[in-house]
């Protein structure tokens, strides 16, 4: 029997004719049975996200004053949602029971995560579903990571006839304490409640109609994504394709559950489906790229012949505790590519680190960097594909500072100047387009 679990994020879910609209979409196939909820988005643009004032409740509380305002906002929002859905959700119990934790030292996971919870409470009511907690059965170990007993949890939790609501984005600790996932973390929620339950799709439903080979804010008018692999999604997303949280994939990647990604807004959009395998109808399927680079570039002559070089360079990013995200090499030069929001303040002492251990030649630090992937499942099996890559490049006046393709040969990374990255997104995407 097809079993379907749907995801929906907070724009979907912003007001009562949302909420209506997503209650349709649910009632349109008896296949979908577990939802997870996103807590409600903004209306406006100007309007504060429901974690946003659950924060500011949390850090009143701390410092001894009086939250009213956060917490009437919040208390308005979902009374006036219950009361337009006509459903009997009472949200001052809910209210209540917040408060009484609001100044802990744990609350700010436990304060995160109730604009989900409230939602939950709330969606289950409409639909006359089943509420399950989260907490109480997806599980994290102490090193903060899922703990696996969480599908067996939720299996036996989801048992049964009708729907079921399991809010996103938290879970509970070892010691019980709530948990969250990073922001966008509903994501994931759905993925493991799609494992858990063996469903045979997971829906993730959002306010776009699907990934687009680029961003549609460089490239407006940049075509759909029809179909695209786990592997492809990993790396776009990772680049700054946000659409879907990249840690989404893991859960379901290994069952195989494909993840459809579709437009609340829009549902008879056929939106982009994700996939362990695909035809490779087109050489490259999305060019996607972000800001906020460094790169560390070290000469020293017969660096190859020196053993442990690479351990002891890696080993001062470690103890600083920066993470690399790329590392070209040649004979006589390596390169180690870090994010600003992982360096910070500690360019000079890595530096400074760096001569003194491994005396180079020559050290160069160049930031201002934008890294742009260009990802493709059939890249690997044509001819020229990085001279066009290139060519376009030079075509649009980039200078390329760094180039790297993976061992996969399904992603080739450039990093050019900050200024440069809109300009390099479309001349890269206009080339690989006429590219039939």
């Not at 509380?61 to 919040?74: F, H, S, V």
């Not at 289950?124 to 949890?153: H, M, R, W």
């Not at 893991?250 to 494909?258: D, L, Q, S």
């Not at 790229?289 to 790169?295: E, N, Q, V």
Request: glycine residues 8%; charged residues 25%.
């Amino acid at each position: 029997m097809e079993r379907i679990t749907c995801k929906f994020g907070g724009s979907s879910l912003a007001d009562a004719a949302c909420i209506r609209q997503v209650i349709d979409i649910i009632r349109a196939n008896p296949s979908r049975k577990y939802i997870v909820p996103s807590a409600p988005g903004k209306r406006t643009a100007d309007e504060q996200k429901i974690t946003d004032l659950l924060y500011a409740w949390h850090s009143m509380a701390r410092r001894g004053l009086d939250p009213a305002e956060p917490k009437g906002i919040i208390e308005e929002r979902f009374s006036s949602l219950a009361r337009e859905l006509g459903v009997s959700f009472n949200v001052q119990p809910c209210l209540e029971e917040i408060s009484r934790h609001a100044a802990a030292d744990e609350a700010p996971d436990y304060m995160a995560s109730r604009g989900e919870y409230l939602n939950g409470r709330l969606i289950a009511e409409a639909l006359g579903a089943t509420f399950v907690d989260p907490a109480e059965c997806i599980l994290f170990k102490k090193n903060g990571q899922l703990d696996p007993q969480s599908y067996t949890l939720l299996a036996e939790r989801l048992q049964g006839d009708g729907l079921f609501v399991i809010p996103g984005f938290y879970g509970a600790t070892p010691k019980g304490e709530i948990k969250t996932f990073s922001r966008g973390g509903s994501d994931v929620t759905g993925a493991i409640v799609a494992r858990a339950t063996a469903s045979t799709l997971y829906e993730n439903w959002t306010d776009v109609s699907g990934f687009r080979m680029a961003d549609p804010r460089i490239v407006p008018d940049a075509k759909r994504i029809e179909e695209i692999t786990y592997r492809e999604l990993r790396e776009l997303s990772y680049m700054g394709a946000t659409v879907l949280h990249d840690e989404a994939i893991f859960p379901v990647r290994e069952p195989g559950i494909p993840i459809h990604i579709l437009n609340s807004k829009k549902p008879d959009n056929p939106g982009t489906l994700i996939v362990a395998n695909r035809d490779s109808k087109r050489p490259v399927c999305g060019i996607a790229g972000r800001r906020g680079f460094t790169m560390f570039n070290i000469e020293k002559t017969l660096m190859n012949k020196e053993h442990g070089f690479g351990r002891k360079l890696l080993s001062i990013f470690e103890e600083h505790r920066v993470s690399w995200e790329h590392m070209p090499t040649g004979i006589d030069t390596i390169s180690i590519i870090a994010s600003d929001e992982e360096l910070k303040e500690k360019e000079t002492v890595i530096v400074e680190a760096i001569e003194r251990l491994l005396e180079p030649d020559e050290l160069h630090v160049t930031s201002g960097l934008a890294i742009i992937a260009t990802v493709g499942k059939g890249m690997n099996r044509l001819v020229g594909v990085a001279a066009r890559l290139t060519g376009a490049l030079a075509g649009a006046g980039v200078n390329i500072r760094v180039i790297n393709q993976g061992s996969s040969e399904m992603n080739i990374l450039i990093g050019v100047e900050d200024q440069d990255l809109e300009k390099s997104v479309e001349a890269i995407y206009r080339v690989f387009d006429a590219w039939e």
